[in-house]
Structure formats: C-alpha cells, structure tokens
C-alpha cells in the first residue's frame, strides 16, 4: 500500500488523498478468512507500520496483528510526499484511532444530527489540538421530483440497513431507512442541507448519485458507489 500510494503520489504531483477502511466482517471472514474480532486495534496497527513508511521510507513494526519491517533496505519513491490519509471511521472506537493517527474521516450513511453530535466531537476530542477533517459521503439527488427520487433510494440503498456499523449510525440519525439521510430536493434544499453539515463540522461532502437516481437511459443502475 505505501508503494502504491507513494507512487501516485509522485505521479499526480501530490494530489492524492488516501482513503483505508477495514470493510465489514461478511467480507473479511467469509471471502477473505481473516479475524475481524478487532477491527480498531487492526487499524491501529495498519496505521503505525504504513505512517512511518509514507514519511521515512522505513519502519519497524512488530503488532499483534501484522508485522512490518524494512530494516536493511528503503521503501521510499523517489518524488513523493505524504499524503493526507482518512480512515472510514464511524464507531467511537475507530473513530479515535483516526483522530490520534490519521488526518481524518470519510463517513457514510452518516447524516446531519450524526455528524455534529457524535461523528465530529468524537474525532475532534482525539486529535488533540489538530483540526481533522470530515470529508461525509451522502447520497444526493437535486431534483423538483423528490418523492420519486426517494422511492429509489429506498430500494437501491435497503442493503445498509443489514451492515451493523452503518445501521449505528442510521439509530443515532433516528433514520429508519437509509433514504431518510439521504439529501434529495431542488436546489435551494440541497444547499440548505450542505450548509447544515458544513455547520456539523464537514470539511468537505461527496455526492454519491449513483444507484438512486436515473440512468441516461432511463433505467436505474443497480450498483452503487460512484461518487462526483
């Protein structure tokens, strides 16, 4: 990963911002076969052995759950420079490891109320001092058609209710669905909307459209994920 990241970074110039997320226990135990018991803690690890190797170029790190060392040798690419990291940090627990180590969070299914009375403070206390930024992914739909628009996220975005840590953030929100966070209105309401969360602590908002709105063709995409 720190090659990877070091030699886009080199590449683009230093615009890359690099994004880790430690995904959900259906994937990592059932397609992958690794423990997900400790996902922070795993994290936190992850973030020590790779931090160092952005920065120096070398580290010598011996966790409980990986080891990381380049001793005798440098890992460093030549014209690259640290990139801003964020965690996909939604519980309180993962959310202070990004707070301590990263440069922030890139949060989903996290709306408004969320941001401002956990997602923010939580980070915030951890930083000590620093600034982290919440970059917050929302689903959104500027539309004079809203009930329609709706209508499809409920249906193209019910699958986050079955994952427990997106599902946390839905009670925290009082959301009993997933489209009930996300932002769909004409353009004067989405600005309203992105004004609130700029207030909640946002430093920068992704607009994820796809899945719930239209296609070209008038068909509506089944995957989701493409962010603008």
């Known amino acids: 990963m720190s090659s990877q990241a070091q030699t886009i970074q080199a590449a683009s110039g230093g615009r890359l911002v690099l994004g880790l997320g430690v995904s959900h ?20 690890e992850y973030l020590s052995a790779l931090l160092p190797l952005l920065r120096e ?10 080891t990381a060392d380049t001793t005798g040798f440098s890992a460093h690419v030549a014209g ?15 959310l202070r490891v990004a707070g301590e180590l990263a440069d922030g969070t890139i949060t989903w299914m996290a709306g408004v109320r969320t941001i401002d009375s956990h997602i923010t403070p ?25 009930d329609a628009a709706r209508a499809r996220a409920a249906e193209h975005l019910a699958i986050y209710n079955s994952l427990p840590s997106y599902r946390a953030m839905l009670d925290i929100e009082h959301a009993a669905s997933p ?25 920068q908002v992704v607009a994820s459209t796809e899945g719930f709105t239209p296609a070209p063709n008038g068909k509506t995409p089944s995957t989701l994920g493409e962010s603008v």
């Open 122 to 146: 939580t980070i915030s206390a951890a930083a000590s001092g620093r600034r982290p930024q919440v970059v917050v992914s929302l689903p959104i739909c500027v539309t004079h058609q809203p």
């Open 179 to 203: 489209a009930e966070v996300a932002i769909i209105g004409d353009e004067r309401h989405v600005e309203q909307q992105l004004r609130r969360l700029a207030n909640a602590g946002a430093t």
């Open 25 to 44: 226990r259906g994937a990592i135990e059932d397609r992958y076969g690794r423990d997900f018991n400790r996902p922070a803690r795993h994290m936190h």
């Open 80 to 94: 690259s420079t640290k990139p801003p990291v964020l965690v996909a940090a939604l519980g309180p627990a993962m």
């Open 57 to 66: 170029g070398t580290v010598a790190f011996h966790g409980e759950t990986l």
